[in-house]
């Protein structure tokens, strides 16, 4: 059985995530109160190991902007770990994170990335 500080992962600074045994990863950002036109944008990464080696982006970022003053924006970003792909010579691609960022200040924003859809029930 998994921890729950291996099925989610705290950002910006974050760690890398295995996807051996699930199929699906998700990262979302929120951020509270934002003010009109401020974003949140979240862009998931992905890697060769737990290290970060060949880190990359993996998918297009996806960027929320708010509308109005004293909002709570989220953006979510899913792929599928199939689409992981290699990095050179076969090799692949096999842990994820993700960045969360926001042009909003002072507000408060945070971020997770959850991994679902295991491979094999635990």
Same mark, same amino acid.
């Given at each position: 059985?998994?921890?729950?500080?291996?099925?989610?992962?705290?950002?910006?600074?974050?760690?890398?995530?295995?996807?051996?045994?699930?199929?699906?990863?998700?990262?979302?950002?929120?951020?509270?109160?934002?003010?009109?036109?401020?974003?949140?944008?979240?862009?998931?990464?992905?890697?060769?190991?737990?290290?970060?080696?060949?880190?990359?982006?993996?998918?297009? *970022?996806?960027?929320?902007?708010?509308? *109005?003053?004293?909002?709570?924006?989220?953006?979510?970003?899913?792929?599928?770990?199939?689409?992981?792909?290699?990095?050179?010579?076969?090799?692949?691609?096999?842990?994820?994170? *993700?960045?969360?960022?926001?042009?909003?200040?002072?507000?408060?924003?945070?971020?997770?990335?959850?991994?679902?859809?295991?491979?094999?029930?635990?």
């Amino acid at each position: 059985m998994n921890k729950l500080s291996e099925l989610a992962v705290a950002t910006p600074v974050g760690n890398w995530v295995s996807m051996e045994n699930y199929k699906q990863v998700s990262a979302v950002g929120v951020v509270l109160d934002a003010d009109s036109a401020e974003a949140v944008t979240v862009q998931l990464r992905k890697a060769t190991d737990a290290s970060g080696t060949n880190a990359a982006n993996f998918g297009t *970022a996806v960027v929320v902007t708010s509308g *109005a003053t004293d909002t709570d924006i989220t953006a979510i970003h899913s792929e599928w770990a199939q689409a992981l792909g290699s990095f050179s010579a076969g090799v692949p691609f096999t842990h994820v994170s *993700a960045s969360i960022t926001t042009d909003a200040s002072p507000e408060t924003a945070f971020g997770v990335v959850l991994r679902s859809e295991p491979r094999f029930s635990v």
